[in-house]
């Protein structure tokens, strides 16, 4: 609790009960022990004290919002399996075939992304939503349609032989590239838009994807996500998606030597110039 407190300026008062939230709220000891451990495996970019403060903060959220300003809030999450985010499977309410994305409930509204027209969604931990006495079966079906038609918009702006930057995933309201993966309309729009049944698609980061690989290096992909932050990193290499599944492409070898084991050409393309 002090390291919570400390580096995350939370509002807290430590008490013999329990701490005392933002001045109101009494969270009990034995609930912040079931807190310190979110039931998934350690992550190297999480620290010890990120599950503690991911609950204070989804407790006085749903203190403030109530039950109706929840179900107006609530909204699909996707999540790469393994991601820093991730809360563990108690959360996952949809896993997508392939094994790479998993789905779970956030609430929007109340944080406010680098980019001023972007509404972050956080993730709501469902072992705190039941500490608080709310049902998230209850919740996810009204945010599954919502994802499902939130993707038939984004599907919508897909065009088949696009170029430019229609060809750049973006994010469409307040849900992510990664969440829009996880409406299955959205999936069979990109499959299909080649007539291939199947897309291989670059999303290293949440909010932003890739479709055209093949005029794109073999590297940026890993490259992109290891340089994007943890928590907004998305796959760290290429997914294959249809419009049942995204699985991640494994790497069969390292990125740089895809590119350098190509030949150099016989012949420049360059104009023959004194000067370059």
Known sequence: MLATSVLTEADVEPRDAGVLVEGHLLIGWDELAEASYDGGPAHPDRPDWAPVARWLRTRAVLARLGPE???????????????????????????????????????????????????RVEVLDDRALRAAGFDPAQLWPEARAYLERIGAVAAGRLRPHGRGSELVLRPVGDAEVTTLLGARGFRAALAGADGTGMRAVAVPMRERGWLDLRAIDPAFAPAAAAATTAERRGFPGPVLVTADEVSLIPATTAPARLVLRDPAPVESALPDVLYR
Not at 81 to 100: C, D, I, K, T
């Open 69 to 119: 300003g929840l179900a107006e809030r609530a909204r699909p999450l996707g999540l790469p399996v393994g991601h820093m985010l991730h809360p563990g499977p108690s959360w996952v309410r949809e896993a997508v075939l392939g094994g790479a994305l998993e789905l779970g409930l956030g609430y929007t509204g109340l944080a406010v992304d680098a980019d001023p027209g972007l509404l």
